[in-house]
Structure formats: C-alpha cells, structure tokens
C-alpha cells in the first residue's frame, strides 16, 4: 500500500513538471509583456462594439441550446488551455472537455468561455495585423502556437487572454530579413452587470 503511495505521489510530481515545461515552451517567446503593442486601429470604439456584438449574440444563441460553441478546444495550429493556472493536457478533444468540464462546473460560465476562447476570436485582430504588415506575406509562418488563458478575477469578473504566436522564416532567399517573429493578442473581461472589456496587442519583432 506505502509503496503504491509512492507511486502516485510520483506520477502526480511528473505531471505537474510536465504541466511546467509545457507552459514554459508556450510562454518562453513571450515573457517580455514591453514587446507587446495596443493596436490603436483594431482598438476603434467601432471596431471593439462590432466584436462583441458578434459574440454576444452567439453566446445568446448557445445559451438556448446544450452545446459548447463548435471551434471550441479544435485549432488547426498547436495550442493550450489554462484555467486558474490549471493546464488541460493535450489529449483527444473528448478527454480535453471533460477536463475543462470538471475545471468549470457552471454550465453558463462554460458556454462562455467556448464562445471566445477559439481561433474566430482572434480571426479579425489577424487580418487586421496582416492588412496593416503585408509585407509579412513575404515569410513563411513557422512554429505557430495558440494559448487561451482564463481567469477569474477577485471581484468575480473572468478574463480571458487569447494569444497567437509564430516565428517568420523568409520564403526567397533574396528577400532580406527583417523579422523573426510576431504575435497577436486579444484580451477581454467579462464583468457582472456591464459590457465586457476588451483590448488588441501584438508584437512584430
């Protein structure tokens, strides 16, 4: 029994250094919070009401019906779920669920979180970074990686900080280099009684 103990106090001790090391790579390109830029443009009063209208709605309609929204937990590109410093293992999608289930037990706190922590929150800060950088269409997006991290806040408001890196190799050898990387970020606070807040960052390095 004593040895059996022993066991699972080691497997618990291995996956909380996994869980580590799998932060670390996700975060390591990033830690440097100065790198990172307010996009003025996608930050417009128009531009923020139209975002959250958007989801809004869809996060209304989800309320009416027992699903999860369908992008959720699905990027195409490498990504990680952080809940209250809690990492979802990757893992089936399945398995991923239960583990944000059990994580989240509200199932309205659920349905919104699945609403904005997917690739289609990020969809308009992206195209927007890439009208206003064309030149990045010049590089090959290398080493991409998605993270969704969600907290609650002490007042009780959660926020949820959606993040998209890559690092940028060049596509014609004589095309001159003049990035490695770029990352964008859209943060958002939902709060009890008012309208979430909302703000676009990114980084071109």
Known sequence: MEGRKQIL?????????????????????????????????????????FTIKKFQEKYEYLKLSDKLEESFMVDSDPFLFIINDHIIPIDTHKKM???????????????????????????????QFF???????EYQLKNIKSTYKINYLNDGSIKLVATHISDLDIKNSNTIKQYKSYGIRATIIFTANNLPIMKYSYFLK
């Open 9 to 49: 106090n080691m497997d618990k001790n291995f996956k909380r250094r996994m869980d580590s090391n799998i932060e670390k790579s996700y975060y390591k390109d990033f830690i440097s919070e100065n790198e990172w830029q307010v996009s003025s443009q996608l930050n417009s009063l128009n531009n923020i009401n």
């Open 97 to 127: 669920i239960e583990s944000f289930e059990k994580i989240i037990p509200n199932v309205e706190v659920r349905r919104l979180i699945s609403t904005y922590a997917n690739k289609k929150f990020l969809r308009q800060s992206y195209l």
């Open 131 to 137: 009208s206003e950088h064309p030149e990045i269409s």
